[in-house]
Every structure is written in structure tokens, then in C-alpha cells.
């Protein structure tokens, strides 16, 4: 379990990092690394060039405000997750690093490197797609901005380019009136779920949640019609029976499709009422 | 007096180092030796066509490429087979690079030598092999069907087929007023220590002589096998282990390919050689267990005694079978337990199959054991209507009842003779401790809040210490400090602190001057190795025995020197003294310096102990029968083993929707005979029941039926985190000691692990109302299960809501 050889450089600023990839055609970034040295350590990855861009500085923030939060690309998971008023601007944002792996890893891996992994087994895409924030990305040919929707093309792909770095994720704050949750089974603490739901409800207003490991990129479904009259028996149960039309469980050696299918309205069951009653006592 | 160490709760002198990181590993030695990778076959069956490995020769920095071609002498025959046995009628063993076949995922096939690791797996990537694939023979079903064979000369995959009894088990189930028959199947887990496999030679052309530095459970066993393949006298080899970083049984296969590869590749290049494994190669190249389907059939009286059990094994033991019958045979014996059944009759097949071999892993089939007969007695009380404890209590062997022979022969091939123990008083104990009484109140609480929880039981009873024999050597140094040599490895235990105790008490010297040292064999070269719950039993008996010689060795020089009669000195705090007369004492460091006539003085010490300073001038200066030094040197060999036992209940609280399994207690009474150090035996106990937690809820080998080991790695293979375990682990102990060694101690390693998967399938079936057949268990099957049962009961809708209505176990029952 060693790499295949590659070079490396350790770019001290953001052009020279772009240059970097702009230089090859077989380039990666090189962010926390908790999921790209595994995958070149198993040999499942052997890029030519590794662009290490721990050493920009600049990249290293969580900001806050009435719009968002921004996330730049070497925010640690923790960073994000020990951020109170990122907390306050998009609970979201804590309930669901809370569900990411395990201190350590949170201690080195970012959220921005987490989204572009696009991991549909992994929280904070599925928060991006429930929330519709967007990602900033760069290359040597300028800035372009990636909502959620277009970001997520398949299992483990992103739209960003080979040559580009995202240099930040945006995450839209949370409605005034609105509750969250994010609910999932994972097999130990901290592993990827076998099933995770994220939600957002604005009694009156609207509802929307969003999965993870259920699918193969994230997928939000907006479920505001079936919670109009709030999260009775019924309506979760419809809201779970519409978003089970758009996903599609995978069945492995955790847990059968059946199980995750189960999950599936279990979990929507209780995410919605979780974030009902949140809205509720918010609204209070 | 020096206050008594035996029994204390002494700090582990391990610890302050382990903890700081100055652990010495295999990989930490040898820095800059050539490094080793290996070619694994990708397939589960297949024979070699052609091997290539021209294109590996010109990459930078590759030094040596070996395929079996290039093997010569004893290291072009197979591995041997280290434990024959005569039922084992058809054992093959694999050599130690593939010769024409490859029996399973991860065979070694070519073994390269690079300056780095890095570049021997670029290397390894460029080796090509043509295979022709063959059909894949994997689980029990597979390798029972014989649709396919692994070996062709292996009939039906049947290596061997044992059977034992007592009595005409047949007979009595006929005959009993009430009968059952159980299917089960428990699964396949790994010891999966944090280190794996790892070996370092180097050969000294000067002095002739091979050093071997090897990550194993036993030092001897590496060195006699590395010697006979390179056609070495002993002598000229040495086998050192270093701190290991766990073994659980695994690390007691030898040797391994590499294990005899690496020195030969040593002595070939004249260059230090290592061999690293890494963490897939681990999965798919050292060794598996537990994986066993199982039949019982068993009669009975209205009170649950176990008239006859009759119990079939179907055993996967994968592609080789060099560690022979020892899991089977501990499974069909160790089943019975704390029980005493009227007529038993057990039959195994030792099957092959195209996967990892499979070999003792902690418990090494007793957990499969347990499996089988505590399914049996849930399912006997859940049948009569009656108390599962109670059922229990009813089988009990009494303590009157010791040495109670339970008419088999176990593992080492000497018959079953439990030699003490007292199992009513250990259940007693249990019930107490986890409020096994009192718990339907607590389930009724629970309902009341829509919780689901439910309680298990398992018993077990454990052969610890088997032989041949262990030895310990002792020599007191002119400074007093004791050092002790035992030939068995450490993988983290706590011997150098527990053997220190026994010492300390035996010889009556300060703890803090005893250093043990373990597995090497240039200081200890007869030993047998660390397994079956056996060190403290073994080499703690022999450390004892061995103080003993030096002590009265210590008392027969003072007397002289203090002119005292032996009779009346005592040691006390390194000195010896004549009894409650410290005043004229003499350290033991002296007593080493008089033991010793010297003729040349080399400080200040060694004056005192010229030959015109120390012994009488009409006698020679050693005696006959004497030895010049204050030594001691002895061996342990019991007629047989002994017998600890063991009882776990646990409380776990099952999610009606999501048919997750939370443990909300788990207690353990738990009898080793005497105990050496408390805080050891329940660090033993607190991992053995983390690692059952393993086995039962999470782990699994899963390989698809091409054989194919889907989950080689930690992502995927679920070693539980310190969040799966439960937080507190009540125990309680009991001790009665052993007759058969000196100090009454029982072994105590494997323990914890050994009930679990019964423990949680007890539990489990309590809160489900759902029979428990298969373990591991997930929540995905647990969702299965109880579909399955709601469809029986003609309800599909809820399975995953099932406001309990608890429902009997369906069992295929029989009344007469
Ligand atoms: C044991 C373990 C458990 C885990 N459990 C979870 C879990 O439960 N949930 C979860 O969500 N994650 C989990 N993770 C993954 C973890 O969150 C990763 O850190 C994260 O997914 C990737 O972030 P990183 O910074 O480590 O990215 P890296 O590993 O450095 O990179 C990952 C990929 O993204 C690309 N990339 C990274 N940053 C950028 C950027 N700024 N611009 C362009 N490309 C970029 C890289 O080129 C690479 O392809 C786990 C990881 C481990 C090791």
C-alpha cells in the first residue's frame, strides 16, 4: 500500500497553484488528504502531479454573515463544526459535521475538499444540495461559480475541472421560522451512513430534504406539499414514498437495498418531525 | 515482610513506553535494510501458466526476484504441517511461493527485494502472470456440495472427519421425553492484531550465524523452522521478538512464506532484509476463523437436563490446513462447558474452501462452541417455558464433582478433565451482579416508554495452559537486579509486569528489580510460544519454580556467610537476614558476587569475591553438583490443563424502527484460579469483550462467491471504535485455584472473547421474540429477521415496527 510515484509541489499561493494545474493534464489537489491518500495509497489513484495547496494560507476561513457562510477550501472539518455563528447562520452546517468521521479526520480534512469529493455517501454534499449553496472554483482562466444543483454529476464526480481549485463552498443561511435535522444509521460512530436524510422546514412556508448513501449524488426533494399540514403520519410517510421514486438504495455487504429503503422512511420520519418541532420551538 | 505482590494491583512496567511511542516494532528496525513486496494471486483458483518477470529487472533499485522456480532444498516443499493428527487424513500445506497453483486470494507468488517498498510494489506491478482460472470453492455449502474440489487429490474437500462420544447419544435423544433440533452458522472473523505480520534477518557471513527479528507468537518455533528450511543448525540461529503489536492468535502460525523467505533472501544478497505487511495484505494473506455451520440435535427432561446431544460440525478451515484439527477439536470438546450432558456425541468435517486459512484466533473455536450449546440451552428453556438461567443451573458439573472427567480427549491430545471450578456459585454471582431476577420489571419500564430491551446469559468453560512445558531462567546480578528469561513471546499482555510480581513475592526482592525478558531464544532457547491462554499458567509456574532454585541457592551461600542455619534466614527486600534479625543482613548482590569465585578482579565487588577472599580453602571452589553464579533455571510440564470458567450477561436495547442494537450493560463473572494482577486479568477481560463485540455485531470476512474478500480493509471490515464497546464493564471474580501448578493459576487471555456471539444472540432473541441462528448479526438482517417473522405471523406491513408482542421461538419441536 504505497503510492505509485508522483510529483509534488507545494505552491505558496493561489496563482502558482493554478499554474501547477494548468502545467499538467494528470494533476490533483492535494487538500487534507483524508480521502486522496488512501486512494493513491491503495494505488486506486496515480495522478502525475500532486498540487498541495496546505500551504495557501489565505484559503484557511469560515466567514459568516446575513447570506451565508463561506467556507474556504482549507477549512478543516473542525474549523466549520467549532464555528458558532457559522452554527447560528446554517445549523446544518454543525448537525452534520458532527456525523463526519471521527476528530482526527475532522482535524485534517476540509469541508470544501468533502463537497468536490462528491461522495454521495458523504453529509456536506447532501447539505449544499439541501441548502442550494454553491462552489467557487479557479483555474488560470479566471472564476466561475458552481450552484449545487449542476456540481454533483455522478458517484464520486464534480463538474470542476481538472485545472481548477474551489477555493470556497457557500451554504445560504437558514430562513428566519425554519428548523433542520440531519438524521442517519451508520454501521459504527463516524462511519459513512448506510442511510442519512438532512432537512429543512418552514412551517407554513415549505419543506425540503435531502439524502445521502442512498443515491448516487446527492438528491434534495422538495416536500412541501406533502408537509403542509405539518409532519403527521401520513404526510412523512408521503414525503418518504416520493423521494424513494427519485433514489435509488444501493445494496452491499452493510445492509440490503431493502433495509436502506426502510431507512429511507424511517429516517425522513424523523428528520422532518425533528425539524418541525425545531421550527416550533424557534417560532416561540 | 516485603508486602505480597501476588494478587496486587500492579501498574504494567510496559506502559509508561508503549504509551510514549518508544515501542520497538519490527519496522523499526533495520532502517535502510532492503524491503520486501509481494506478488498475490488475484484469483481465488487458478493454475499458473507463465510468470514473467523479466520487465520487474530493470526498474531502478529492484535487487532480487524470487518465483518457486528459484527455490531449492527443504524451502521448494511445502510448509509444514505443524500439528498432524490421524484423523487428518488428507493436510496440505502451501509452499511458501505458489508452485503451478493458487489456492486463494493473496497467495504469495513472487517475492521481490528492492531498495524501498515503494519501488519493490512498482516492481510487484509489473510482474506478469498468465493464470487459467478455475471454479472457486467458497463456504461450507460449496466445499460440502464437493461440485468443485480446492485440491484435486482431496475428496469432496474433506481434510478430516473426527467423531468423539460418551455414552449412545442417539439412544437417549430417542428416548428423551423432549426434543430440538438447531441449525446455526457463525461466521468468519480475524484476530486482526494492529500490527501485522513483520520480519527482519541478517546474516553475519563472519560469525556464520542468522539473526531474526520476527512478529510472532513463538521465537522457538520461527527459529526451528527457519533452520530446518535453510538447512541451519539451531545454533546458528537466533529468533528475537521485539515489542508486537498484538497477535490474538494469528502471530502463532509459523513460519509464514515470508518468515522463511526473508532470511534466505538475507543470506543470499548479504544485505539485512525486511518484510513489512501491510494492512490488505493482512486480510487476504495471514489467516481467518470462527467460520462454522452447525447441527444439534438434543433430548431432554422436563427440567432441561441434557439427556443426549448429538452435534455435527461442518468446519471451513480454507485453502491449507497447517495449524491441523486444533479449532474443531476445541469446538466439539469445549462445547460442553460447565455442563455435564448424559450421552454426547460430536462430528466434525474439516472442509477446504478457496480462502484464507483459517487457524486459532482468541477463543480458537470455543467461541463456536459456546455458540452451539448456549443456543441449545435458550432454546430448551424458551421450549419448557422455564428460566434460561435455571435450565442452566440444572447441567451444572458441582463443585463436589472435581476432578470431573468429561470422558473426551481435548486439544492436546490428554483427556478432559476439568480440575476445579464451582459454577453455581459463578452464576449466583451473575445474577447478582447484573440483577438477572429483577429484570422483567426493568423490560416492563421499558415498554412503557416504547423501548425494546432484552437480557442474555452465556456460559462458559475454558482448557487454558496447555503444554508441552515453559521455562524460566533467573540470574541475580551483582547489583541485585534480577533478570528473568521466559522463552514464550509477549504481544502486550503484561508479562514483564506479572512474571516481575511472582518474582518479587518468591524471591522476596523489590519489584522495581525484576526485568523479564521474553522470546528470545539466546537467552531462553527451550519454549513452546504464547497461545491458548497459556503464559501465566506456564511460564508463570516456571518463574516461580525457578525462584525458588535461586532462593534456596541464596540461602545456602548467606548461611555459610552469615554462619546461620539455612532454616532460620529469610529475604526480605533483596537482603537475606536471619529471621526478624535485620541487622546482619547480606544483600542478595553480594550473595551473587560469593556465588561466583573469581580469579581475576575487574571493581570493587568482584575483590570480595577472589579466590583468596571467598570459601573454604579445603574444598574446591565449586562444588560438585554446583554451578558457579546465583541462578536458577527450571521447566513447568503439567499432566494437563487447566480449567477457568466464565459467565456474561448483557442488556441491550434493540430500535423498533431502525433494528439497531445499543448494549446498555454487560457483566462479566469471570474464575482464572489465583490471580497474579487483578488490573491485568480484567484488561484481558475489557479487550476480550471489545473484540466479542466485534465478532458478534459488526465483524465479518465477506467474499463473494468467486472468492473474492470484499471487505479488505478497515473501511469496510468493522473493528469496533471505543463508541461500540460498552462504556463500563461490570466484573466480578472468583477464584478457585488450579491444583495443578504451583501458584493455582488458570489462564485468563482469551476469555472475554469467548461468549459473545451466544451472549448477544441470547440477548437479542430476548428482545426480539425472534430465533437467532446466524451470527454475526446486523441491523439490515435484524430488519430481515423480523420481516420475515412478521410475514410468518401475516402481518408484512410493520416489520420495522413490531410493537413487540413477543412471540415464542419457532423451533422444529418434538413432544412425546
Ligand atoms: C476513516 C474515515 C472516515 C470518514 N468518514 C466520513 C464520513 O462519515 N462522512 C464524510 O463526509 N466523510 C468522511 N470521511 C472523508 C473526510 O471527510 C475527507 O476528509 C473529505 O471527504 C475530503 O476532504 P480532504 O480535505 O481530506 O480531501 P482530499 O483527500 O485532500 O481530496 C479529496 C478529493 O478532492 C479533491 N479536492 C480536495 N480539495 C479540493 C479543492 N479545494 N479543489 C479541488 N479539488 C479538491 C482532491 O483532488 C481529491 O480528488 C472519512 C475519512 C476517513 C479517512
Known amino acids: ?284 | 515482610m516485603t508486602t505480597r505482590m501476588l494478587g496486587e494491583k500492579v501498574q504494567r512496567v510496559e506502559d509508561d513506553r508503549l504509551l510514549r511511542g518508544q515501542g520497538r516494532y519490527v519496522d523499526d528496525l533495520a532502517q535502510g535494510a532492503l524491503e520486501v513486496a509481494v506478488l498475490r494471486s488475484p484469483h481465488a483458483h487458478a493454475r499458473i501458466v507463465e510468470i514473467d518477470v523479466d520487465p520487474v529487472l530493470d526498474v531502478d533499485g529492484v535487487v532480487a526476484v524470487w518465483t518457486y522456480d528459484d527455490l531449492t532444498g527443504p524451502m521448494a516443499e511445502p510448509l509444514p504441517l505443524l500439528i498432524p493428527h490421524p484423523a487428518l487424513t488428507h493436510g496440505r500445506t502451501q509452499h511458501a511461493l505458489a508452485k503451478d497453483e493458487v489456492n486463494h486470494v493473496g497467495e504469495a507468488i513472487a517475492f521481490v527485494v528492492a531498495e524501498d517498498r515503494y519501488v519493490a510494489e512498482d516492481a510487484v506491478s509489473r510482474i506478469r502472470v498468465t493464470y487459467e482460472p478455475l471454479p472457486a470453492v467458497v463456504g461450507v455449502e460449496a466445499a460440502r456440495s464437493a461440485e468443485h474440489l480446492v485440491h484435486e487429490d482431496v475428496p469432496g474437500n474433506v481434510a478430516a472427519r473426527l467423531e468423539q462420544a460418551t455414552g449412545d447419544a442417539d439412544a437417549a435423544i430417542a428416548a428423551a421425553p423432549h426434543r430440538l433440533s438447531l441449525d446455526l452458522e457463525v461466521e468468519r472473523s480475524a484476530s486482526t492484531p494492529l500490527e501485522g505480520r513483520g520480519t527482519v534477518a541478517r546474516w553475519d557471513p563472519d560469525a556464520g550465524r542468522l539473526t531474526v527479528w520476527s512478529s510472532t507468537q513463538t521465537s522457538t518455533g520461527v527459529r526451528a523452522a527457519v533452520a530446518t528450511k535453510l538447512g541451519l543448525d539451531l545454533g546458528q540461529v537466533d529468533v528475537i521478538t521485539p515489542d508486537v503489536g498484538g497477535g490474538f492468535g494469528v502471530k502463532i502460525v509459523h513460519p509464514w512464506p515470508e518468515e522463511v523467505l526473508v532470511p534466505m533472501a538475507a543470506m543470499a544478497l548479504g544485505r539485512p532484509v525486511k518484510f513489512t505487511e501491510d494492512r490488505r495484505e493482512h486480510f487476504v494473506s495471514s489467516a481467518h476463523e470462527r467460520g462454522q455451520l452447525q447441527h444439534v440435535d438434543v433430548g431432554f427432561d422436563d427440567e432441561g437436563r441434557l439427556l443426549g446431544m448429538s452435534v455435527q460440525l461442518w468446519h471451513d478451515h480454507g485453502a491449507y490446513i497447517p495449524y491441523g484439527l486444533i479449532v474443531p477439536i476445541i469446538t466439539s470438546t469445549q462445547a460442553l462447558g460447565p455442563y455435564k450432558p448424559e450421552a454426547y456425541k460430536v462430528v466434525f468435517e474439516s472442509l477446504y474452501t478457496n480462502t484464507v486459512i483459517v487457524t486459532p484466533y482468541r477463543g480458537a473455536g470455543r467461541p463456536q462452541g459456546v455458540f452451539l450449546m448456549e443456543r441449545t440451552m435458550d432454546a430448551i428453556a424458551a421450549y419448557l417455558g422455564r428460566d434460561r438461567a435455571e435450565v442452566r443451573a440444572a447441567n451444572f458439573i458441582q463443585p463436589d464433582e472435581f476432578p470431573y472427567d468429561q470422558r473426551m480427549t481435548f486439544q492436546d491430545g490428554r483427556p478432559l478433565v476439568y480440575d476445579s471450578g464451582d459454577y453455581p456459585q459463578l452464576l449466583d454471582k451473575l445474577k447478582a451482579l447484573v440483577g438477572w431476577d429483577d429484570f422483567e420489571s426493568v423490560r416492563q419500564e421499558a415498554r412503557r416508554e416504547g423501548r425494546r430491551v432484552g437480557i442474555g446469559l452465556a456460559c462458559y468453560v475454558e482448557g487454558t495452559g496447555v503444554g508441552p512445558y515453559e521455562g524460566a531462567h533467573i540470574n541475580v546480578e551483582t547489583t541485585g537486579k534480577v533478570k528473568v528469561a521466559i522463552g514464550l513471546t509477549s504481544q502486550g499482555q503484561g508479562h514483564r509486569t506479572a512474571f516481575a510480581q511472582i518474582v518479587a513475592d518468591e524471591l522476596g526482592v523489590p519489584f522495581e528489580d525484576v526485568e523479564v525478558t521474553s522470546g528470545d531464544t539466546r537467552r531462553m532457547g527451550y519454549a513452546v510460544g504464547t497461545f491458548a491462554s497459556r503464559a501465566a499458567v506456564m511460564s508463570g509456574s516456571a518463574v516461580a519454580l525457578a525462584a525458588r532454585q535461586v532462593k534456596a541457592k541464596a540461602l545456602r551461600i548467606a548461611a555459610d556467610a552469615l554462619e546461620a542455619a539455612e532454616e532460620d534466614l529469610e529475604i526480605v527486600d533483596g537482603h537475606v537476614q536471619v529471621r526478624g534479625a535485620p541487622a546482619s543482613r547480606l544483600a542478595l548482590g553480594t550473595v551473587a558476587v560469593l556465588s561466583n569465585p573469581l580469579r581475576y578482579a575487574f571493581d570493587e565487588a568482584s575483590k570480595l569475591a577472589t579466590q583468596f577472599t571467598v570459601g573454604n580453602p579445603d574444598k574446591p571452589p565449586v562444588e560438585e553438583d554446583d554451578e558457579p553464579g546465583l541462578e536458577g533455571r527450571d521447566f513447568y510440564s503439567p499432566e494437563r490443563s487447566t480449567f477457568a470458567a466464565g459467565m456474561h450477561a448483557v442488556v441491550v436495547e434493540t430500535d423498533p424502527d431502525t433494528a439497531e442494537v445499543k448494549i446498555l450493560r454487560y457483566a462479566v463473572v469471570h474464575d482464572c484460579g489465583t490471580l497474579v494482577n487483578p488490573m491485568i486479568v480484567e484488561g484481558q477481560i475489557h479487550g476480550g469483550v471489545a473484540q466479542g463485540v466485534g465478532g458478534a455485531l459488526y465483524e465479518r470476512m465477506a467474499y463473494d462467491e468467486s472468492g473474492q474478500l470484499l471487505n479488505a480493509s478497515f473501511m469496510d471490515f468493522l473493528m469496533p471504535y471505543v463508541t461500540e464497546v460498552p462504556e463500563r464493564i461490570e466484573v466480578d471474580h472468583l477464584e478457585t485455584p488450579s491444583p495443578l501448578n504451583p501458584l493455582g493459576i488458570k489462564g485468563a487471555g482469551e476469555a472475554g472473547v469467548i461468549p459473545s456471539a451466544a451472549l448477544f444472540a441470547s440477548a437479542i432473541e430476548d428482545a426480539e421474540g425472534i430465533p437467532i441462528r446466524r451470527m454475526p448479526i446486523s441491523p439490515s438482517e435484524l430488519y430481515d429477521l423480523r420481516r420475515k417473522a412478521a410475514e410468518n405471523a401475516g402481518s408484512v406491513e410493520n416489520a420495522g415496527s413490531v410493537e413487540s408482542a413477543r412471540s415464542e421461538p419457532v423451533e422444529t419441536k418434538e413432544s412425546r
Open chain 1, 1 to 284: 500500500m504505497k503510492p505509485a510515484p508522483f510529483e509534488l509541489v507545494r505552491p505558496r499561493s493561489l496563482d502558482e497553484a493554478l499554474e501547477a494545474l494548468a502545467s499538467s493534464p494528470d494533476a490533483k489537489v492535494l487538500a487534507g488528504g483524508q480521502s486522496l491518500v488512501p486512494l493513491l495509497s491503495m494505488r486506486l489513484a496515480s495522478p502525475a502531479l500532486l498540487v498541495d495547496i496546505n500551504g495557501i494560507g489565505p484559503l484557511a476561513y469560515v466567514r459568516s454573515d446575513d447570506d451565508g457562510v463561506r467556507v474556504g477550501a482549507l477549512a478543516r472539518h473542525t474549523d466549520v463544526l467549532g464555528d458558532d455563528e457559522a452554527a447560528r447562520v446554517q445549523p446544518l452546517l454543525r448537525k452534520a459535521l458532527r456525523l463526519v468521521a471521527h476528530a482526527t479526520i475532522r482535524n485534517r480534512g476540509t469541508t470544501v475538499g468533502s463537497v468536490v469529493h462528491a461522495d454521495a455517501s458523504a453529509e456536506m454534499p447532501a447539505v449544499l444540495a439541501l441548502t442550494e449553496g454553491h462552489v467557487t472554483a479557479a483555474s488560470v482562466d479566471g472564476r466561475r461559480r458552481i450552484p449545487a444543483g449542476e456540481l454533483f454529476v455522478g458517484p464520486m464526480e464534480s463538474s470542476l475541472r481538472p485545472d481548477e481549485v474551489a477555493v470556497e463552498a457557500f451554504f445560504p443561511a437558514l430562513p428566519a421560522g425554519a428548523g433542520t435535522a440531519v438524521e442517519e444509521v451508520a454501521r459504527r460512530h463516524g462511519d459513512y451512513a448506510l442511510c442519512g436524510v438532512a432537512a429543512v422546514v418552514r412551517p407554513g412556508e415549505g419543506a425540503r430534504v435531502s439524502y445521502f448513501s442512498v443515491c448516487d449524488v446527492p438528491v434534495a426533494v422538495d416536500v412541501s406539499e406533502q408537509l403542509a399540514g405539518g409532519p403527521t403520519d401520513a404526510a412523512v410517510a408521503d414525503a418518504a414514498e416520493l423521494a424513494l421514486t427519485r433514489l435509488d438504495p444501493p445494496a452491499d455487504i452493510h445492509a440490503s437495498a431493502d433495509y436502506r429503503r426502510h431507512l429511507v422512511r424511517v429516517l425522513t420520519a424523523r428528520a422532518l418531525r425533528s425539524a418541525w418541532d425545531e421550527a416550533h420551538e424557534e417560532g416561540r
